[in-house]
């Protein structure tokens, strides 16, 4: 027997990311975007925000620390060095 419904459809990741980035174009209508996509504004939505939780993942950057030159000296809180 058929399910009754909407046939869910994976879409990749490259896709998803596709429209998520038409979404947050400047002018962009997302309800036209999903109409045509043939997604639900609310699945749109929901990419959109794992998306943005993967970006703000914080990733290992390595740092390589030197000695400090003699005689250098800390900027002052508040100086403008410290900007």
């Known amino acids: ?4 419904g909407k046939v ?6 490259a896709e998803k990311a596709r429209l998520v980035a038409a979404i947050e174009a400047p002018g962009a209508v997302v309800t036209e975007i999903a109409r045509k996509a043939g997604v639900d504004v609310s ?3 929901r990419w959109r925000r ?3 939780d993967e970006r703000e993942t914080p990733a290992f950057v390595p740092l390589r ?3 400090a030159r ?5 900027p002052r ?7």
Do not use: I
Not at 8 to 13: G, I, L, T, V
Not at 70 to 74: F, K, N, V, Y
Not at 77 to 83: K, Y
């Open 65 to 67: 620390a030197t000695a």
């Open 8 to 13: 869910r459809e994976d879409n990749s990741a």
């Open 70 to 74: 003699s005689g250098a000296r800390m």
């Open 50 to 52: 794992r998306l943005a």
């Open 77 to 83: 809180r508040g100086s403008s060095a410290m900007r």
């Open 1 to 4: 027997m058929p399910a009754v």
């Open 43 to 45: 699945l749109l939505y």
